[in-house]
């Protein structure tokens, strides 16, 4: 039997290598800029054709090459960044592995044109799918010029995938935002098939931010500064009545390279636990300065993720500087009182006149989407035929209750017992344990408990009116049973510019769900109509929650975008945690999440509902 273990070609080696360096036009432009970075540019300008497809140029004022320097920048592992494997201990680059290009010229057809400061003649050459068609003299200006065109010519299943030029567009502005952000002393313009995007001058942090953000953003950032032997810290985070419920932007960087770093992000969280609602996120824009050789950023290949030797110590590091921040500014209370579940205690005051009648809202009803619950509690109860309603909700719940368990409950039988679907075998007694029980009550008005035979049902009630809502909304959408009602004041919302451009491609979809919605600038929408079938919604918060959620993942295939568009109006619209329900309240909503064939999980995986069983409860008390 002949030998069958063989080198791989260098070109077949590239592409493998594009796979995993190269996803997309914006790991091309990433790539190509953090170079420019490195040769001590100054000034780099992103031109752009059909959102990279056709070409993708970077202009840069740094050192530019000399000929035999831009013929081995190519080859594979060819770099100047590192010489040794200590070096990857001390790296003060962006770049270091010596991939990208040779990546790069394997999936498209590169030209680059450079020239060195004390040269007098640059070089120009060509490479098409990693194979040199040409390099020869030419008259330049110092620095390089690349010029990346065709992008995945040779990988039609890579090019086939590359999503609408829209969303595209949205991945490279949130590229050019982290890179223009780690870098302020840098002059960036971003061009468009011809059109300005975006030309930043070299400015300190906070007017970056301000550049790149918008000009609300100034007031509402607390500078936050710390310098120790480990870790100095600076940047900036928002003011708790800044948070945000979407959008919140969210930074770190690491000696002048971005990073995401969750377990950093907690530390930044839980300075603001006790200072804005569960549901809402607060911006930061954070700076870390650490000895190189205490940091490993070479366990991703978009290098991306850091692992830090004192993660624990820049930690309490962090939280510190920060609440040190929030302070000097007056940002956090100086007297905090836990209010959740405070008994209200009434003040006798024999001088004051008798008390006026309660006025109750007889329109109340906080199953009309949208309510949160926040302003006036209002209830008709003494104007309504409870008892012929009770026994609807009552109704309701059982026989939803009874849909529900019996879905959920057979198939952990069937798991257990090992029977197939065709093999069904269901005993008589399995669903009569089930029964529940006509009692419900509300625990620290987040979940509804209601007592089964087979033990205590607990349900999440924000999460239950979504699952609720998110079904809703997603069979009118297929139907197209969607129509539009005029927003009386129209509201106007900013966005970044790549939120903006995301929008821009949504705005056809979203207006067959009966959304209207007009661009006034470049980042400034306006809110002029919504679907008639969610109301008493806050206008920018859901339109904010369509924009975030779609750009998770950038998905432009039809069904998913429904999905996700109704997903991320339930959210907003459900019932919010914190809210008060009266029984009635609670039955209506425990029926609605029952009577549908999957209650248990939310569109997005979250659990609605859980049991506690009678035997786990006995278990508990001995």
Known sequence: MSDVIRLLPDSVANQIAA????????????????????AGATIIKIILKDAGRTLIQIVDNGC?????????????????????????????TMGFRGEALASICAVSRVELRTMRKEDSMGTCIIIEGSKVES?????????????????????????????????EMGHILREFERMALVNPGIEFELVHNDVMLHQLL???????????????????????????SLVGINGFVSRPENARKRGALQYFMVNGRNMRHPYFHKAVLSCYEELIPS??????????????????????????????????AIWKILAAAIKEGLG????????????????????????????????????YDPFKSGRSGSGTRASSISNRDWESLYKEFERNRDDGYAAGVKASTLNNFLEEEEVSADETVVPSTLFEEHEVMPDVMQFKNRYILSPSKSGLMIVDQHRAHVRVLYDKYLESARQNKFSMQRIIFPEKVELSLSQS????????????????????DEKVWEINGLPSIISDVNPQEILLSIVETVSDTG????????????????????????????TQEMERLLGDLLRLSTPNYTHDGKTVLSIIETDDIVKMFG
Do not use: W
């Open 555 to 582: 998905e432009d295939f039809a069904e998913t975008l429904l999905s996700k568009i109704a997903g991320a109006m339930a959210n907003v619209a459900a019932l919010k945690s914190g809210q008060a329900l009266s």
């Open 135 to 167: 390099q020869e003299p030419a008259a330049l200006t110092p620095g390089s010029n690349f010029m990346v065109k065709n992008l995945f010519f040779n990988v039609p299943a890579r090019r086939k995938f590359l999503k609408s030029d829209q969303v």
């Open 501 to 520: 451009q995301l929008l821009s491609s949504l705005e056809e979809t979203l207006a067959g769900l009966g959304f209207d919605i007009a661009r006034v």
């Open 202 to 228: 070299p400015s300190s942090f906070k007017q970056r931010i301000v550049s790149l953000f918008g000009k609300s953003l100034d007031k509402q950032l607390v500078p936050v500064s710390t310098d120790t």
């Open 19 to 38: 796979g995993e360096v190269i996803q997309r036009p914006s790991s091309v432009i990433k790539e190509l800029v953090e170079n420019a970075v490195d």
């Open 64 to 92: 530019g090459m000399s000929a035999t320097d831009a013929r081995l920048a190519f080859e594979r592992h060819s770099t100047s960044k590192i010489s040794k494997a200590d070096d990857l201990f001390a790296l003060s």
């Open 279 to 312: 549901d809402e996120q607060p911006c930061y824009f954070i700076n870390l300065s650490v000895d190189p050789a205490s940091i490993d950023v070479n366990i991703h290949p978009t290098k991306s993720e850091i692992k830090f030797e004192e993660e624990q």
């Open 328 to 363: 000097r500014f007056n940002a956090v209370p100086s007297i905090e009182f836990d209010l959740v579940d405070a008994p209200e205690i009434p003040v006798f005051n024999p001088n004051a006149e008798a008390t006026h009648e309660l006025k109750l809202d007889a329109d």
